[in-house]
């Protein structure tokens, strides 16, 4: 088995400022096979590769090429090329307006000159024996996206490359370039080069790979084989989660409003960011949420709900009537707040004021013509600061020097004072402390109660189980099912994002 061994990473480690990306991660490749790269966004899969590829420096760590004893020095995408290791990304790195041939043969040793007849004639038997569909004198501009990322990996086989790597590649593809891509995948897999693939749909690495190795929070989760793993556990060991026997104990019942009195609908509602138009509907009074791995497309949706990013289809009906939302004001003036993931980027402002920050969304809706007052600010945030009991000196420090969670609460303030009927909560509680995070929860079912419509998004199942009466589940950007009642289990919605496949 050794000398199939075609790549060997061993305590590879890897820090940004105050990130650690990778922590002492193996990972091994043999000759002919497709192996998966799997973990959540932020899993680290893109930074090994680019450890790889020299993109980045390791810290730490050895890795070893075609079984020889020696580490490979890798200090540069070049001297990734040259031991034989390829990489072809989703967003294709290859010019539009040269033709296939030269997209496949130019730049790739300045030293030399190919005759251009016998570059040409190069590219065809290499298209051919690949099985892609495209001729050498073709603009690669006009070929599909597939096609294209075809003639890049065919580039990537020429230059002799032992080790090809594919992360991402079919994001974009419909089904039929998918299979396309698969079978030449196969193709190479047969001819003795180790593939590595990353994507996260979990279908194709069922469909074309041989191992998989899952990666969480920076470090190996483990390797295998895949036939030894079901989908449903790899759902679960992406998650860091064990798959429970089916005897779960669920925690009190929240109340499922659902049937009763729905407030606001969507109806085929698509957005840029969201191209698979969905339905849904929320009742007064209702906590539900959106689940599935990281990028699995649950803030695009809510997103597309409050008209963050550019509607692209469908309709939302508030009370049964349609109401027209295309930008996050229009959805402030129906009523709904939308708390964002990243606070950071998206919501605090760190330089203003605890006051200036919670009067924010109301100034913004009452229209910067009409001016919120001192006198009438201090008073909200006062209300506020003690309604959320957010430990600030006062109502003047500045927001940056709160902490996590006390930050979290100030634009959960700021939202609550729009007194919306509709509250979208998107990871409320993430990276804040665990008394804040139980507030935050306690707050959501007693706004509920008060009959105000929630929708919260959150990584924590057991987090939504404890909040939600309905999920929804997504997998790939689509929705692949809800669940309600007795069925509102971690272990089944690992099995509904895995798909019902066991
Ligand atoms: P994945 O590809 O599995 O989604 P990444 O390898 O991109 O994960 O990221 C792993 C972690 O490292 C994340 O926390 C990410 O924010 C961080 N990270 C990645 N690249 C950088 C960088 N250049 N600078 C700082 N942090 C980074
Ligand atoms: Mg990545």
């Known amino acids: 088995m050794e000398n199939d061994v075609v790549l060997t990473m061993r305590g590879i480690c890897k820090s940004f400022p105050g ?59 070049q001297d990734a090329q040259d031991a034989g290791i390829s990489t072809v990304y989703q ?21 030399v000159i190919v005759p251009w007849k016998k570059m040409e004639k190069r590219a065809g038997e290499i298209l051919d024996s690949l099985g892609i569909p495209a001729r050498p004198k073709q603009q690669l501009g006009s070929c599909s996206l597939a096609v294209q990322q075809m003639v890049a990996i065919a580039r990537a086989v020429d230059m002799e490359c032992k080790v090809l790597i594919l992360d991402e590649p079919t994001s974009s593809l419909d089904e039929k370039e ?29 469909a074309v790979c041989d191992r998989i190795t899952v990666l969480r929070n920076g470090e190996l989760v483990g390797e295998y084989e895949i036939a030894n793993l079901p989908q449903v556990e790899l759902v679960a060991k992406m998650m860091g989660k064990e798959l429970e026997s089916l005897s779960f104990i669920k925690s009190d019942p929240v109340a499922d409003m659902a049937e009763s009195g729905v407030v ?7 957005s840029a960011a969201c191209p698979n138009a969905f339905d849904f509907h929320i009742a007064r009074g209702e906590v539900n949420g959106f689940t599935g791995l990281l990028g699995s497309g649950r803030s695009e949706s809510v997103r597309a709900i409050f008209g963050a990013d550019r509607v692209t289809g ?11 939302i295309t930008r996050p004001i229009d959805a402030m003036k129906q009523g709904i707040a939308y708390l964002p993931e990243d606070r950071k980027d998206d919501g605090i ?42 430990k600030t000196a006062s109502a003047d420090t500045p927001v940056r020097s709160l902490s996590g969670g006390n930050q979290q609460k100030v634009i959960v303030a700021r939202w609550l004072l729009t007194h919306p009927e509709y509250l979208i909560l998107d990871e409320p509680t993430r990276g804040i402390d665990v008394g804040t995070k139980t507030e935050i929860q306690k707050l959501v079912l007693r706004l509920a109660s008060e009959g105000m419509s929630i929708t919260f998004i959150s990584s924590e199942i057991e987090e939504m189980l ?11 950007r689509h929705i692949v099912g809800e669940l309600r009642g007795e069925a509102l289990t971690q272990d089944q919605v690992m099995r509904t994002i895995a798909g019902g496949v066991d």
């Not at 091994?28 to 020299?54: D, F, Q, Y």
């Not at 606001?264 to 698509?270: C, K, M």
């Open 19 to 77: 990130v650690r990306a990778l922590h002492n991660v193996d990972f091994t490749l043999r000759k002919g096979e497709i192996h998966a790269l799997m973990g959540e966004n932020g899993a680290g899969k893109s930074t090994l590769i680019k450890v790889l590829t020299g993109v980045y420096t390791k810290d730490e760590g050895h890795i070893q090429l075609d079984g020889a004893a020696g580490d490979v020095s890798i200090r540069s995408p």
């Open 264 to 270: 606001y609908e969507a109806h085929d509602l698509s």
């Open 178 to 206: 998918v299979e396309m891509l698969f079978s030449l995948m196969r193709d190479l897999k047969a001819r003795g080069v180790g593939i590595i693939f990353v994507t996260h749909f979990l279908e194709q690495v069922y």
């Open 91 to 111: 967003e294709i790195t290859l010019c539009p307006n040269l033709t296939v041939a030269e997209n496949m043969f130019i730049g790739r040793d300045p030293n």
């Open 466 to 476: 404890r909040t939600c009466s309905r999920l929804i589940v997504m997998r790939d």
């Open 349 to 390: 402002i760190a330089d203003l004021s605890v006051r200036e920050n919670i009067i924010l969304a109301l100034q913004v809706l009452r229209g910067f013509w009409k001016p919120i007052s001192q006198s009438e600010a201090e008073q909200f945030a006062q209300e506020y600061i003690a309604a959320l009991d957010i």
């Open 314 to 324: 469908g309709r939302v009906l508030r009370d049964g009537k349609p109401v027209k």
